[in-house]
Structure formats: structure tokens, C-alpha cells
């Protein structure tokens, strides 16, 4: 899930309030991507509240077909405005993408690589975003039966080991560390 998610509060007064389709659909599914943005559905909706009532952004998106015939079923953009430090990358498969002189370094999470987590970092959260410009959001085991339960449509998920090792800054982001240091005159 890419998109609006940027892992802060999203401005409320630049959102769209209305999209129409470009291609014709019979159904839309739970989840779908529009430039910029995550869509979803009313049923994604309640899904997440019942886990973290009131933590994700969700505001009301009227839909029209290709024919400007109003979709019926409610929709949402969707903004996760949760991140923190949780990837162990010193555990992770992670190739650090060089840093310019106005950007630090940032740590490439590939869905193809291995992924592990802090168990102690993520207990209790069911979807957020990591803090270090990593892209993707995470959905904990608990949300994603529930989702495949629910068959909630279209997300892809690749399973992340979880290690009850704490996250630390200087074990896991020591090259954005660096960076700050050597920048912090700028």
C-alpha cells in the first residue's frame, strides 16, 4: 500500500473529495491506488477501527463510475500517521541508499528481502510505517487474518520475522546518525 500515508497527519484542505474512474469497473475492491493516494473501502474502514479506534485518518471519497453514475458503496482516502524506529536493519536484508547534502541515507527495504522487526518496538501496534523513509506500510499477524478473513482485496503482504530484541538508533540507523552529525551546520 504506497500513496498518501506519509506517516504524519494529513492536511484535511488539500484532500480530493471526489474521483471518477477512468476505466470501467464492476466492483472495486478494498484497497486500490489513485495518483498519490490509498482509496478504501467502508469495509477496510471498519475493519482497522476495531483494532486502533480513532489512530488512521480516513476521509470521505465520492466515487464516480466512467459514465458519472455514483458509486453506491462509501469510500475513504486512507492515511496511516503512524511511524517509528522498528526495522532492525542490523538484522534486516537492507541496502543503505546513499545520502545527498540535502537527504540522509536511507535504508531500502526490497519486499524480496528479508525483513525483521522489534518485537518490543511494534507490541500492540497493528498498521504503521517505518520512520526512516522507508516506503510500505505494516500490518501486525493479528490485522492480517482478520483482513484475509474479512477478504478484504487488493494488499500484498510478505511475512517479517519479529526478534524480542529493543530497537536502538545507534544499532540501526547509524549511517543516517552520521549524516545528521556531519550535517548539522547546514
Known amino acids: 500500500m504506497y ?15 471526489q474521483a471518477r474512474e477512468t476505466s470501467k469497473k ?8 489513485m495518483p498519490g493516494l490509498n482509496a478504501v473501502s467502508e469495509r477496510f474502514k471498519t475493519l482497522v477501527e476495531s483494532f486502533e479506534p480513532g489512530v488512521h485518518q ?17 469510500y475513504y482516502i486512507f492515511n496511516c500517521p503512524i511511524s517509528f524506529g522498528c526495522v532492525l ?3 534486516s536484508e537492507v541496502i543503505w541508499v546513499e545520502g545527498t547534502e540535502l537527504y540522509p541515507p536511507r535504508p531500502d527495504l526490497s519486499p524480496a528481502r528479508k525483513t ?13 510505517g517505518e520512520s526512516f523513509r522507508m516506503t510500505g506500510l505494516f500490518i501486525s499477524d493479528e490485522l492480517h487474518k482478520a483482513m484475509k478473513r474479512e477478504k478484504i482485496k487488493y494488499f500484498t503482504a510478505e ?6 530484541e529493543p530497537w536502538t538508533p545507534e544499532d540501526n540507523i ?8 556531519a550535517h ?3
Open 58 to 74: 480516513f476521509f470521505p471519497l465520492t466515487l464516480y463510475r466512467k459514465d458519472g453514475e455514483l458509486v453506491e458503496d462509501r
Open 116 to 128: 525483521v522487526f522489534s518485537k518490543p518496538a511494534i507490541d500492540g501496534r497493528h498498521l504503521w
Open 184 to 186: 548539522s551546520g547546514n
Open 174 to 181: 547509524q549511517p543516517i546518525l552520521d549524516w545528521e552529525k
Open 89 to 91: 536493519t542490523n538484522r
Open 3 to 17: 500513496g498518501l500515508s506519509a506517516y504524519r497527519t494529513a492536511p484535511v484542505e488539500r484532500l480530493p473529495t
Open 26 to 33: 464492476k466492483v472495486y475492491p478494498d484497497i486500490f491506488a
Open 159 to 164: 511475512y517479517c520475522e519479529e526478534l524480542d
